[in-house]
């Protein structure tokens, strides 16, 4: 009975873990291209073309 239950607070534990480190990769990745989106963007403005958006484009792909 032990055991079992030490299983189910390890297994809670690492799915707690799992989902955390999910939730803040996403929003690492989100603040990051939203960053990239806003540079480019500007960009795109001062330059008065969509030049720096195809550049951009390559340089991702």
Excluded: N
């Amino acid at each position: 009975m032990v055991l079992l239950t030490e299983v189910l607070i390890y297994g809670a534990i690492g799915f707690l873990t799992f989902v955390i480190g999910l939730l803040a990769g996403y929003l690492a990745m989100t603040r990051y291209y939203e960053r990239q989106f806003i540079r480019v963007a500007e960009s795109c403005r001062d330059a008065d073309s969509i030049e720096p958006l195809l550049e951009e484009l390559e340089r991702e792909s």
